[in-house]
């Protein structure tokens, strides 16, 4: 008998409240702290705070004012080279957690991807280099009618 | 602070460059938030409802497919409220959550065709294109409250003043 991959979870108080926000904090490659360290960074300002410390970073839920007030905090350990975004299901959520599910979930491939160019975007904020690179233009149709008459 | 439409709509670099310069970008993420807060939806994780696809005639017509109208009634209310929008061309497949050509076609254009500042870059995939798209952007966040307030022309995203600019240099080349 196949897996239920869609479970109706049983959804706690806080993950009813629309004040309620989730938020991704993602270290880029060079970050200079730890993902414990902006864990226990967190845990030490003492907020009403869901905090769980994930491969990539960390993720945090609570009422949105802490939550922002929470992030400026972290950011100031390393502000280039920590990024955010928002979630839209809870931490530990059965529909999306990869704990009830086979395989990654589903928003793992953009992150995988966007994290191969985030230490690079990471160092363009840290010092800002003006670099223009050279748009690629098609081949010459003169160009392309003078190799056809050759041949 | 400016509302501004991304595109891949869940992109954590464009939210979170947006966020940086004090303005709020309009990510998917709330808007799924929203609908599995939805204590009427049955079975959560399936979140287009059969009254999405009707929302969903708002942005398309009828004889475009279920599919594509339901996804456009989660990103459709987000392009409505986009004061301007950054735009990533040429991502590789795989790239953007909302598993639709169709739908990525439609939003883009949709973006474009609203009279609003657009900036459209390149993904990049190498250093120095990254530092250029990096910067491109910041430069667009930057100069984006005098453009917003400007009440200029943005049809394709160029502002009107650029066009005359681009219509002199257009004659000019064909004076050549």
Redesign the interface.
Known sequence: MSENLCPSPKLSKEDWDPDVVTRMIILAPGAKVSESEIVSEMHMLDLPLTIKNTCYGAMVSGKSKDVREALKAIRKLDPAHIFTKDRGFAPGDPRRCRGQRFGPREGFHQMEKEYRILGDVADALEKRKDITVPKKHPVDIDLVKDIMNES | MVEIAIY?P????L???I??KGHTPL???????????D?EI?????NITEDDPIKGLKYAAIEVPSGVRGRMSIIGPLIDAAEAAIIVDGA?F????IGCARTNELSTFLLRDKNIPTLEVTY?TN??????M??QI?DFLDSLDELVKSDGDFKDGVPEEEKENLEVVEKELKED
């Open positions: 891949p869940n992109s954590l670099i939210a979170d460059l966020e940086r990510a998917l993420q709330k808007q799924i938030r929203q609908k599995i807060k204590p049955d079975s959560p994780p399936m590789p795989g790239f953007g959550c990049p250093r120095d294109e990254t530092f250029e990096v910067n910041n």
